[in-house]
């Protein structure tokens, strides 16, 4: 009675390894259209990932942690709160430049088609209106690059 659970649930294990060892999906295709360049307007790419406050919070825990390793005592509890607001400010300002705007291009693209396709990106100075290029990819993904 036992022996045949046993098998079982062996099996089933088997069953769950080989499941979970299984190779993923491939990704979809990329979509690739021709065009021509219509028009390119200079604009600003801001960084809509940022969390407020998460750079003097990590600051502060860093700064507490390199402080607790200094001295003893009440030395070491100020060299703490010392690191802890040094930190923090530190903290503020890197994450204040790493969500600094960069230069980017609005290009408007006649795709082969006739459709106008409007694709916002980093700025590429090889790009100019007339143009022959590629739309690799779609959505907030596309890409405009030379021909």
Do not use: W, Y
Not at 37 to 49: D, F, K, L, S
Request: charged fraction near 10%.
């Amino acid at each position: 009675m036992l022996n045949p659970l046993i098998t079982r649930l062996s099996a089933a294990a088997l069953v769950l390894v080989l499941t979970a060892c299984a190779a993923p999906a491939p990704p979809p295709p990329v979509e690739v259209r021709r065009g021509v360049i219509e028009q390119i307007t200079p604009t600003q790419i801001v960084n809509g990932n940022h969390v407020n406050g998460a750079g003097a919070i990590i600051g502060t825990v860093v700064g507490v942690g390199i402080g607790s390793l200094i001295g003893g005592g009440a030395g070491r509890t100020a060299a703490m709160i010392v690191g802890g607001v040094g930190g923090a400010v530190a903290g503020n300002e890197v994450q204040k430049r790493n969500e600094q705007p960069t230069a980017g291009q609005q290009i408007i693209v006649r795709t082969s088609t006739g459709l106008l396709v409007s694709v916002t990106q980093v700025a590429n100075p090889r790009l100019f209106v007339g143009q022959r290029v590629f739309i690799q990819g779609n959505g907030d993904g596309a890409v405009v690059t030379p021909e």
